[in-house]
């Protein structure tokens, strides 16, 4: 089975600070990892995708995050954080070819706060 | 394209009552979930259907069941509504089984009370 974990549950950085938020995963056969990002009272909104294409993956308003297989590890970064970037992030895996490769295992979450 | 649209967005019930959620798609979507959120628990899997015509349990199935109408709608029934299923309940879709990412609807906040 696929799993990720999401280390702290709140994170407050600056306006124009550097963003990292921390997801490991666990899956017994090739991961897909997801970020998506959930702004107050809307539904979740895809940040990027990895799918064993390039370990570096950009996606939306600036984000990026980099697959390392020998770590287990997606953490997304963001160079310089906006007052708009606080939300909740989720990490997310679905493993292809495995039994729950119909759905994705989500983290807890990651509530952002930029202060100003 | 509306993308995936949920109805209702507030609901309250009271213990006991049942009652549908409503979830449908526009984007041929073969795959269909419904989650649920609940504070520290990020998103849990209740029910999915890979395609039309089928449906398999998730993590968390217990005093809920769905219907796969068609390509395009997934519903879910709460039957005998308890206070441990207040929550916020999403339905997502995707392209196919596994892989790519999942477009979420704006979810429906529910209370039993």
């Known amino acids: 089975a696929q799993s990720v974990t999401q280390l702290g549950s709140h994170v407050s950085v600056s306006e124009g600070a550097l963003v990292l938020l921390r997801c490991n995963y666990s899956s017994s056969v090739p991961p897909y990892l997801f970020w998506y990002v959930q702004y107050p009272n809307q539904g979740l909104q895809l940040l990027l995708k990895?799918?064993?294409?390039?370990?570096l993956v950009k996606g939306i308003n600036g984000f990026e995050a980099e697959f390392k297989k020998s770590e287990t590890s997606f953490h997304l970064t963001k160079p310089s954080a906006h007052m708009s970037d606080a939300a909740e992030y989720f990490c997310a895996v679905s493993g292809w070819g495995s039994n729950s490769g119909y759905a994705l295992n989500f983290g807890k979450g990651t509530s952002l706060l930029v202060t100003p | 394209n509306a993308g995936v649209t949920q109805t209702p967005k507030f609901q309250v019930l009271k213990t006991g009552q049942s009652m549908t959620l409503q979830c449908a798609q526009d984007?041929?979507?073969?795959?269909m979930y419904w989650y649920r959120q609940d504070p520290g628990m990020g998103l849990r899997l209740i029910y999915y259907s890979a395609s039309e015509g089928t449906t398999d349990k998730g993590e968390v199935p217990n005093g809920y069941n769905v219907s796969r109408l068609n390509k395009r709608e997934f519903s879910l029934r709460l039957e005998s509504a308890a206070p441990s299923q207040t929550s916020v309940y999403f339905c997502?879709?995707?392209?196919?089984?596994?892989?790519?990412?999942?477009?979420f609807g704006p979810g429906t906040r529910l209370t039993v009370l």
């Open positions: 984007m041929n979507h073969n795959s």
């Open positions: 997502a879709s995707s392209e196919k089984r596994g892989g790519l990412e999942q477009f």
């Open positions: 990895y799918t064993s294409a390039a370990t």
